[in-house]
């Protein structure tokens, strides 16, 4: 089922709770907040077969950013926050992220990324060469691309 139906049809129902901070985000929510994701993948230059590096913790962004990709046409990857920094550049720079997206608990091990290439963004913070991704998320409207089409995950391991 899609996210937009599981909204339409559940959209106060609980989406996910993150167990650690008891954080619950509804499908309406989450619907909302993939369709302001997919505006500024768009509005970067994002499109169908671009790629998304992901480096983030258990966060609530996580699901959001792949929603996000997967109503885009775009790859993304979730990338393991337990990797050495060479192992992160590897996969960033073999995939052609044209966005990655982490937050500022990693900022040590992503500092010395090569990420010249991409639209770098921070979650919970920021740091030289990031963005914020909710201030640049709270830009965007809560409305569908007018090209969505299937995006899907690309694993490394």
Known sequence: ????ELAATSANKAAYV?????????F???DDLSMQASQL?????????DHVAILLENHPALLQICFAAQRSGLYFTAISYRLQEEEVDY????????????????Q??????????????MVDGVAAGFNSWEESLAEMPAEKIADESIGVQMLYS
């Open 91 to 106: 996969i960033v720079s073999d995939c052609q992220a044209k966005a990655f997206i982490t937050s500022k608990s990693q």
């Open 18 to 26: 993150i167990a650690e901070t008891g954080v619950t985000t509804t």
């Open 41 to 49: 993948f768009r509005q970067l230059g994002l499109n169908r077969g």
């Open 108 to 121: 040590h091990l992503v500092e010395k990324l090569s990420l010249d290439h991409c639209h770098s963004f």
């Open 1 to 4: 089922m899609h996210l937009g």
């Open 28 to 30: 309406a929510q989450l």
